[in-house]
């Protein structure tokens, strides 16, 4: 559904996209494809990671690491990768809990397990229809990105721009991942609250 | 400080205040007594507790369990406890990581401890200053509050009305405590971003 979301986005705005799943033929990887015109196209995560100049990790957060390995760190080798996973572990019943949090986060751990990748965290902390479409949601209200590369995040930092965003916030390096995969509870307390996601987080100061 | 600027506050607005300290002549509540005039008085924990028809636990999340085994079941029993502790555990360096989160929290843990105490959790995500002068943050900002009993979320309610609050989110029952506590790495993160705590939450919708 976010890989979706983003490369329906992207693919209106001119990019290339190539979706990247566990099998060459992905059925809903086909279907996306179909839909999305001549610059849609679908293969295995290792093509999909050896085709982009920026790469998005869209899998589920307790699978990303399996994911990126089965994409292949010479695939991804010096690019920017945009985390936009949250690691939530649905496997001991509702609500979830974070299978990573509080001394570590998703990540940091994909950015350790690829020291040659420039990991962005972004985009994680709102549903997927506000990450392309910021206007979902009326006022003011904040999308936050961190990593390690100043570089890599102004890359992201203009691609959130294309995608309407008018408040990017840079936390810092991608220990900052930690605040922002444990601000998923509270979101989904109030996805049950509000019933709809076409809300987001907003700091107000 | 969260004590002081909360007892202060409640002090303006007509109430009367007893600081609870470990020992009975603390200093700091001895000090803040004097300044806040007839309506303010210290005492221990046991003393505190007795004494308020609603109590504010905020003591350090850490020792939060032991200050309110000092202040006595027998003297909280069927009250409203406002618990504004967050379980910040400083002793592995900086950022803090939450000694309780994911799976459990500290308004969990303290709701269970103490059963018949009508816990409610709120005012825990933002600097003191901010929880008695909403107004120091421009714009729309929200506080959280949750709770297993509906009447207490009602005085609660009351209180920060009275405090200058204008959006009260109601989240649910304490479970949702994982949620307001597990924001304060974000929390910190923008604290060391803006380089002062008078900002806040809000949820754009």
Request: glycine share 10%; aromatic share 6%; proline share 4%.
């Amino acid at each position: 559904m976010v890989g979706g979301a983003l490369g329906s986005k992207l693919i209106r705005l001119g990019h290339e996209v190539k979706m990247g799943s566990r099998t060459a033929n992905n059925e809903k990887a086909v279907g996306w494809a179909k839909k999305n015109g001549d610059h849609a196209s679908f293969g295995t995560f290792a093509d999909a990671a050896s085709f982009g100049e920026v790469v998005f990790n869209c899998t589920a957060g307790t699978v990303s690491l399996a994911a990126l390995n089965s994409a292949g760190a010479s695939n991804l080798k010096g690019k920017v990768l945009v985390d936009v996973a949250n690691p939530l572990d649905f496997s001991k019943g509702m609500p979830p809990t974070l299978s990573v949090c509080n001394s570590d986060s998703l990540g940091e751990q994909i950015q350790r397990a690829l020291p040659s990748v420039k990991v962005v965290k972004a985009l994680n902390t709102m549903n997927c229809s506000v990450m392309v479409e910021p206007t979902l949601v009326p006022g003011k209200h904040d999308v936050f990105v961190c990593g390690n590369d100043s570089q890599a995040k102004t890359t992201v930092v203009n691609i959130l721009k294309s995608f309407g965003w008018e408040s990017i916030v840079d936390l810092g390096d991608i220990t900052a991942a930690r605040g922002t995969e444990m601000v998923l509870p509270m979101w989904l307390r109030l996805l049950g609250l509000y019933q709809t996601p076409h809300f987001n987080f907003r700091i107000a100061r």
